[in-house]
């Protein structure tokens, strides 16, 4: 079974940088790896996707230019910088990965990370 455990999270001041980690247990090498946000009140929210043997990149349109997506495949690590950052940044940060089985879609997920952006 494929277990996720971000970490890096924090308080940070606005303007202020954090990076998140994520670590995939096992040996299952994933098809894409993602960053997921939920904010109080609010609904989850995909924050930044990275996918494909060539690590396309996504993001929503709210952090284009502060964060950065990326992994390490052998590891089946992801990391998420995060710069310029924002009080509206705040939230539980979750990591997810999947892979395309012979049964379709199969999604893990980390139990998350809080980011809390305040002076």
């Known amino acids: 079974q494929v277990q996720l455990v971000e970490s890096g999270g924090g308080l940070v001041q606005p303007g202020g940088s954090l990076r998140l980690s994520c670590a995939a247990s096992g040996s299952i090498s994933m098809d894409g790896m993602a960053w997921y946000r939920r904010a109080p009140g609010k609904e989850r929210e995909l924050v930044a996707t990275?996918?494909?043997?060539?690590?396309?990149?996504n993001y929503v349109d709210s952090v284009k230019g502060r964060f950065t997506i990326s992994r390490d495949s052998a590891k089946n690590w992801a990391y998420l910088q995060m710069n310029s950052l924002k009080p509206e940044d705040t939230a539980v940060y979750y990591c997810n990965a999947h892979r395309i089985g012979w049964s379709g879609r199969i999604d893990y997920w980390g139990r998350g990370t809080q980011v809390t952006v305040s002076s």
């Open positions: 990275i996918v494909d043997d060539d690590d396309t990149t």
